[in-house]
Each structure stands twice: as C-alpha cells, then as structure tokens.
C-alpha cells in the first residue's frame, strides 16, 4: 500500500463508488502529500475513458488494505507513478512499484519535481516510461500521460492476441496468470536438491541417457481456480521458484536455492503437504496461472516472491495465496544482509506455517543451518547449478567450487554430498574416469558427509548409489535408501532410486508401488513416469508401460531416452513399424543408434539393420557396451552378446546393474550358462 492509502489519510476520493479489482485498470500510486495531483490525474483519465484504481476510493469497506493493494496490482495494465520527493521518500511507494515490476506490470512515471532518484528506485524505473511534468505543470502534460496509457495498453493487447490458445490473454485474474515476459526472465536451467539431482543421473545414466535431458514442454490445459482440488485440504502448498530480480540477473542460482530451502523446510512440518521441488520448478518458464499449478500439483496454497540481490543485502519479497479465491493470505517484504539468509529461510517457513494454520497441529519449523559461512553457501549454490547442466565441463568447473566451499567450511555435510555426487556424475555419465579411478574419491566424500551428519538423506543417497551403481553392494545400498526414505520420508526423490535396485533384483511389484507413491507425490516429475515404465516393462506388463512412458513423453518430448524406451515397448507387443517411428523420434543421437538397428532387424531389413549396427557400434569406446549387448542377444547372436556383456561387466557399466535380471531384449541368452554364470559374479538372484 502506498503512503496515504491507510487509515489515517484524509485524502478525498476523485469521484464516487469503488473500482474494485477490475482486470485492466490503471493502478495509481502516489504518497499522501500528492493526494490533489493523484486525484486530479485520476480524474482526468477516467473522462478520457481509462478505468483508474487509486486508494483509498477504491478499497472496498472490510477489505484488510495491504490486501486490496496487492490484488490490484496484480490485475492492473499499469501503474501510474506520481513520481515526487515524497514518493521518492515513501517505502510504501517503492513497495508498490517493485511489486509491479515483478509482475511485469508496466510502469508510468509521472514526474511533478526534478528530485533525483535514489538507486533503489533508478532500477525500476529504468526500463519505464518517463512524463516529465516538474517544468510545465503537470495539467498540461495529462493528455501525452492518457496518450502513453492507451499505447501501453494496445502493446498489452497485441502481446495478448498472440498467446497460445488456450491460455488466458485479457482479462487477468489476481495472481491467476503469471506474465510471459516475467517468468522468460527465469531461466530454464534449474537447480535441483541434492537427491533429486542423484535420481536424475542415476535415472538417466541406467535408464535413459548419457546427456543433459531438454527442458520440459507439458502440455498444460486451462484450469480455473475453483476447479482445485487439493490431495490434503486447506494445509498443502507448492513453493515456486523465486524470480531473479537483481540488476544483472545473475543470481538465479541462489533464488531457486532460497525456494529449495523453503520446501525443504515446510516439508518437515507434520501434516503439511508441500508439493516436490521437481514438479513446483516444472513450470518455471511457462506461461501458466495459479489455477493451472494448484490443479495438477493438488495443492490449495502457493507460496511466490522475488529475490534481489545487490552487494551484501538481499531484499526479498514472498506472497501466499489461497487459490481457491485467490486470497492473499500473508505477504511481506524483507531487507536483509546476506549473513541473515537462514535465519530469514526459517521466517519465511514459520510465517507461512502461522498463515496455514498448521501450528495447531503443534509443528514446529525445523531451523535451518546448513553453514554458518554465507560465501560457502553462495558457492555450494553456484556449484549446483554447473553441475545440473549435465556436461562435463560444468561438472568440473562445479566440483571446483564445491571444493572452494569445503576449504571455508570444511563441515559442511551438504556440500561432501553434493561432491559426492559430482564424482558420481562424472564416472557414469560422462565416463571422465575409470571405476578404479572414480570410486575412492566418490567413497570418500560420502562418509566425510555422513560422518558430519549421519541423519542428513542426502548423504545417505550418495553412499547408496555408489554401492548400488559403481559396487553392486545390493544390500548394503539397500540400507542406505531405506535410511534415507526414513530420514526424510516427504522426499519423493529417493524413490525411484529405491525402485531401481527393486527391478535389478526383480521385485517389480515393489518398484511399481515405489513409482506410484513417487508420482503420488512429485505428479510432474518424468522420473516416476520412467520408473513405472521400467517396472511394468519388465513385468511383461506392456500396456502399462507403453502409457507410463507415453505420460513421461506429453511432460517432456524432448527428453533423452523417452522415445527410445517407448519403442523397446513396443517392439515387444509386436509393432516393429511402430517402434521404428519411435525410435527415429528419439532426440539423442545416442539412444537414437541403439533404437533403430532393432526395428529394422524385426522388419527383415537385414542389410539396413547391419549398417545401422555398425553405425551405433562406433559408440561403444564412449560407454554402450551394454546396449550393443542387447542388440546382438535380440538377433540371436549370443556370442557377440556376451563379448559385449563382459565389456560392461569390466567397466562396472551402471546399466548392467538395472537391467542384467529382467530386461527383455535379453531373453534369447537366459537359456545359456554364460548368462547364470554372469548373474553369480554379479549376486544377483538366479530366478
């Protein structure tokens, strides 16, 4: 709210009868002292035809002010500035202006004195358009300031008509339609918790992909907000990713860690649903409402805000909203120094806690206090983000600064995860080293996690994927993902990973019920779609595969291995042609390779089959060893099969691991000793 809008201001209303919230009204903020000046020009806009909003006219008797103000920015076209020294000194103004700014709601400054700017305000205004009314006065310069609105609104409305269909274009709702241009300035490269992070490359490394997955296109259908449906009442929220704001729009890395720390925390509070961090960062990029989140999440709350960033302070501003009727339940605005940044986490974790009602249920809010050193927080944030973008290069470059991190604070238990899991990464995705090479420096950085906090399910995780993937340690990964699960049993990442090592030994039905309590809980997330896919596929459950996969598909078409998993599938049901399609359609060159040999073989092209294998066997030096086993086994050519199968045996190939027991392109060599002897060397159960 801006100065003068509260109840203590006197000012006169311009005309008569509230505004209320209407979609399209031009939002006008002034301090008090420029009360005549706002209502004059509100009254001139409003005889030149533009629905003007402007306190305290508009807020309707009982409405909670800040309330009134929040919502209508948010559905304004734009917002008026009376742009003055006393609006310069009013927090309650620069309040309003970056609230429309991150909103992407445009921005007017009407000038009535040649104060200079302070740097807080020159930011956002900068990209805004300026009326300079100090010279003239400012009656004379109202026409050119309906002129700029009528321009700002014929942009607003050319934007809109080229909206995809489907979506909402005018007419927004409050806090219903999060801009295009607002959510492009996030980038599509996200930082993912440390067990998600394991669960994708261990995902991607057994089951799909030795590269970075696309980002994600859903294909999201328009919901409104009263078709929600939430999975836990009033008390489930999705926390969505936290929009860079600062001046160089450099510091995403440490906004989306702000909002990972926040669903970690409310995750812990007994009795609150707090949807996954995979499926909330699913519409990061995406031009998609409120209604639409809380439908497919299931949730009845979301949680938004900003992060600007600028030397050593922070300045952070959150917004939960009831998306039911779009209520705005609790907002706030913190400055801060950096050095306050977990103490802030849990002050954002127990307000909203406060606004949900959950303290009824006696839940505390867990503290947060991952380091006492904010620069090793900072680059154990800027660490993370390298080493999701799946290449080698940015894994090395973001081990470094993990190391970077541990040399400030060497007991920093998340950190020796993340490590961990870097190593990890580099071994079986990118193959940057030998198993030999790789083993003791992944070993290592697990137990140093582990030993600093044995109850920390990330250290868990790492341990066991190494014993499951790099050892073939199958009990004792087993213990670690059980330990992990029971640390943190909200965590729907540790789950698929949980599934794998159910479908190396076999137990299909328990990795299905494993992918399903994943999905259950991470809807948006492909991996349980994978896992489900896998599990069924194996079970000989066909159909149930080919929809598992199909699903994984619509959330992302561009991920690696989808359609090459769904053509497997369906060259088991007998529809060689279409598995052909499918595998043409797959986006890695890679998996692509491995596909396409199988369908021809299956048509009875032979000699375009033996051109394709000896295509897709030029990548077995880079780590397919595997895969050619499984196109010599389903062409009967055991021998070459089990050449290739000693490879990856040799390698210590993480795909042996999820797939050697019950994968169907190798049934042809189950009837054959060499195939039993491999199970024993392995440990793995012989029926």
């Not at 959330?555 to 369906?570: E, I």
Request: charged share 20%.
């Amino acid at each position: 709210m801006v100065e003068g809008e509260g109840a203590d201001s006197g000012a006169p209303a311009p005309s008569s009868g509230p505004v209320e919230h209407v979609a399209g009204a031009v939002f006008v903020s002034y301090a008090s002292s420029d009360s005549a000046t706002a209502e004059s020009l509100c009254a001139y806009l409003e005889r030149a035809g533009i629905t003007c909003w402007i306190a305290p006219r508009d807020v309707r008797p009982g409405d909670f002010y800040a309330d009134a103000i929040v919502q209508a920015i948010n559905v304004c076209q734009a917002l008026v500035l009376v742009l003055s020294a006393h609006s310069i000194a009013s927090p309650h103004v620069v309040r309003e202006v970056e609230r429309a700014s991150s909103k992407q709601r445009p921005v007017i400054a009407f000038r009535i004195d040649a104060t200079p700017l302070p740097p807080g305000l020159e930011y956002f205004l900068s990209t805004s358009q300026w009326l300079d009314a100090s010279a003239d006065g400012a009656e004379r310069a109202y026409p050119k300031l309906v002129e700029a609105v009528r321009r700002r609104s014929a942009g607003a409305a050319e934007r809109s008509s080229s909206a995809p269909a489907g979506m909402t274009t005018t007419g927004i709702t409050p806090q219903s339609t999060r801009s295009a241009a607002g959510i492009n300035r996030m980038l599509t490269a996200a930082i993912v918790v440390i067990a998600a992070g394991l669960v994708y490359v261990l995902a991607d490394r057994f089951w799909l992909s030795r590269r970075a997955p696309a980002a994600a296109n859903a294909l999201v259908q328009t919901v409104p907000a009263s078709a929600v449906t939430p999975a836990n009442g009033d008390k489930s929220v999705a926390v969505l990713p936290f929009t860079d704001l600062s001046e160089r729009k450099d510091q995403e890395y440490f906004s989306d860690g702000l909002s990972e720390e926040l669903i970690d925390l409310l995750g812990k509070i007994p009795g609150l649903r707090v949807s996954a961090r995979t499926s909330s960062f699913f519409y990061k990029g995406k031009q998609t409402t409120l209604g639409e989140i809380a439908s497919a999440l299931k949730v009845a709350h979301v949680l938004e805000g900003s992060v600007r960033k600028a030397g050593g302070n922070v300045r952070i501003t959150a917004d939960l909203v009831r998306v039911s009727d779009e209520a705005h339940l609790w907002s706030e605005t913190y400055d801060r120094k950096l050095d306050d940044i977990f103490k802030l986490q849990d002050e954002i974790a127990g307000a909203v806690v406060k606004a949900l009602k959950v303290s009824l249920l006696s839940a505390d809010v867990p503290k947060a206090i991952p380091t006492a050193n904010i620069d090793a927080y900072t680059l154990y944030l800027q660490g993370r983000l390298l080493i999701e973008r799946y290449d080698l290069a940015d894994n090395l470059k973001g081990q470094e600064y993990l190391q970077q991190a541990l040399k400030l604070d060497p007991k920093y238990a998340p950190a020796w995860a993340e490590l961990s899991r870097a190593r990890f990464v580099a071994f079986a995705s990118f193959g940057a080293s030998t198993y030999q090479e790789a083993r003791p420096a992944v070993l290592e950085a697990a137990n140093e996690a582990l030993r600093l906090d044995p109850r920390l399910a990330a250290a868990h995780i790492a341990l066991g994927s190494m014993l499951f993937a790099m050892d073939w340690d199958w009990s004792a990964a087993d213990r670690e993902f059980k330990s992990a699960i029971e640390l943190d049993p909200g965590d729907s990442s540790t789950l698929p990973i949980a599934g794998q090592l159910a479908v190396s030994q076999g137990r299909y039905d328990e990795a299905r019920r494993l992918a399903q309590t994943a999905i259950a809980r991470d809807p948006l997330q492909i991996l349980g779609y994978r896992g489900l896919g896998i599990a069924s596929f194996f079970a000989g459950d066909l159909p149930g595969a080919t929809t598992a996969f199909r699903k994984a598909i619509e959330l992302s078409p561009t991920s690696d291995g989808l359609h090459y998993k769904l053509g497997l599938v369906l060259l088991s049901a007998g529809d060689a042609q279409g598995a052909l399609a499918e595998f043409e359609h797959e986006p890695h060159a890679g998996w692509r390779r491995q596909g396409v040999p199988l369908a021809l073989d299956a048509l009875g092209r032979k000699a375009d089959a033996d051109r394709a294998l000896a295509l897709a066997a030029k990548d077995a030096p880079n780590g397919w060893g595997f895969q050619l086993a499984e196109i010599y086994a389903h062409r009967k050519d055991l021998d070459q099969a089990f050449v290739w199968l000693d490879h990856a045996y040799q390698q210590h190939d993480p795909g042996l691991a999820i797939y050697l027991k019950g994968d169907p392109l190798l049934a042809n060599v189950r009837g054959d000793a060499r195939y039993n002897a491999l199970l024993r060397k392995m440990q793995l159960p012989q029926s």
